[in-house]
């Protein structure tokens, strides 16, 4: 037991673990709150009427904030356990960021004003306003999933403070705008996946049909990004670094760029491309069981998204923000984290209060499970 708890709480085995733990946040935040941000894109076209965006905009009303939890989560484990990287990415993605936070500003606001008055015209600014706060940064997500997989332009001077050399045009390139159609399909089709769930009648049939667009799309742009980052863009190797056990330098190390070097990871343990195979059917088993078992399709549909954020993080291991200016300046597991103190404090913390926010989470939805319907909705104060 000593051996073990040892073993654990080494720098080496908590940066690793880490690691896993943002991925999990990650994971969590796309597959809670992406559903949210689906939704909010299918918005003007799943619902026809007034009564049908009031049933889709209560399906979500009453867990999109808790869902948003896993953001914070997310962000806040950035800035705790990876600071160089809390500060190069929000140096460096500073504009998308703003457009991110400014649209996700449009959810509580609509949400809560959007049936304040009657007026048709007010209402539609609100649904228009819901569904930017769900189109935008579900592609801008993936936008900067696309460029992290190209390198970032930033480098450390000699201080060690970062240096950004790029802007919001740069961002949006050809790859990034690729990755950007995968998340955006990807999350489109989780929101679709929970509609199956929510809704009935002909807002659920438009839903599926909805659902299999977003799958088709999915997998093509995600097969199509995968052959693009084997062929198509020269990946990172690590040839000599400090140690796993070493402080954190980001530029202590030596890193070269070759092609195909993004599959190596799969190249040396074959058994990982089921990782991606996972996301492809998880994909198919979405749109295939939605008609047919809703609650089994959302969790293909939840594969899909869990193995393709797992896909492109095996993929781009230990790197977590390789720069394209400097390749040894790029940050990874081993030399972007904070001290061994705050890792094991973290993840003490993390080991009593994640378990507890399942917990809370799971009998939410316990609570609100079932449909929304028109009956429900229609002529009651008590929905939004």
């Given at each position: ?309 797992l896909t492109a993080g095996i993929a781009m291991f230990p790197f977590m923000m ?63």
């Amino acid at each position: 037991m000593t051996e073990l708890l040892a073993f654990l709480m080494s720098y080496e085995t908590l940066r690793f673990i880490w690691w896993l733990f943002l991925g999990v946040l990650l994971i969590g935040f796309a597959i809670m709150d992406g559903f949210d941000l689906g939704v909010g894109a299918l918005l003007p076209w799943v619902a026809r009427n007034d009564d049908e965006r009031r049933v889709l905009i209560n399906a979500i009303g009453p867990t999109w904030e808790g869902n948003q939890v896993w953001f914070i989560l997310g962000g806040g484990a950035i800035f705790a356990a990876y600071p160089l990287i809390y500060s190069a990415a929000f140096s460096g993605f500073f504009v998308a960021l703003i457009l991110v936070l400014f649209a996700l500003i449009l959810r509580p606001v609509g949400f809560d004003y959007r049936s304040k008055l009657p007026h048709p015209q007010w209402r539609s600014m609100w649904d228009w306003g819901l569904f930017i706060g769900g189109f935008v940064p579900a592609l801008v997500f993936g936008v900067a999933f696309g460029n992290l997989l190209q390198g970032v332009p930033f480098y450390f001077d000699d201080s060690l403070r970062v240096h950004y050399e790029g802007g919001l045009p740069g961002l949006l390139n050809p790859f990034g705008l690729l990755a950007g159609v995968v998340s955006l399909s990807m999350l489109v089709m989780q929101g679709a996946a929970f509609l199956q769930l929510k809704t009935v009648g002909h807002l659920r049939e438009r839903a599926r049909r909805a659902l299999g667009v977003a799958a088709l799309v999915f997998a093509l742009s995600f097969a199509g990004a995968g052959l693009w980052v084997g062929f198509g863009i020269d990946g990172y190797v690590l040839t000599a670094f400090a140690g796993t056990e070493a402080a954190s330098n980001p530029v202590a190390k030596e890193v070269v760029r070759q092609a195909g070097a993004w599959f190596a990871n799969f190249k040396a343990t074959p058994v990982l491309w089921l990782v991606p195979l996972l996301a492809f059917t998880g994909a198919f088993g979405a749109w295939w069981l939605a008609a047919r078992r809703p609650g089994v399709g959302f969790i293909a549909s939840s594969v899909a998204v869990a193995c393709t954020i797992l896909t492109a993080g095996i993929a781009m291991f230990p790197f977590m923000m390789p720069s394209s200016l400097e390749p040894a300046h790029s940050l990874t597991v081993w030399d972007a984290t904070s001290s061994l103190l705050t890792l094991r404090w973290m993840f003490w913390m993390t080991v009593l209060f994640l378990p507890l926010i399942l917990f809370y989470t799971s009998w939410v939805f316990s609570v609100l499970r079932g449909p929304v319907t028109l009956e429900q909705v229609s002529d009651s104060h008590e929905h939004y």
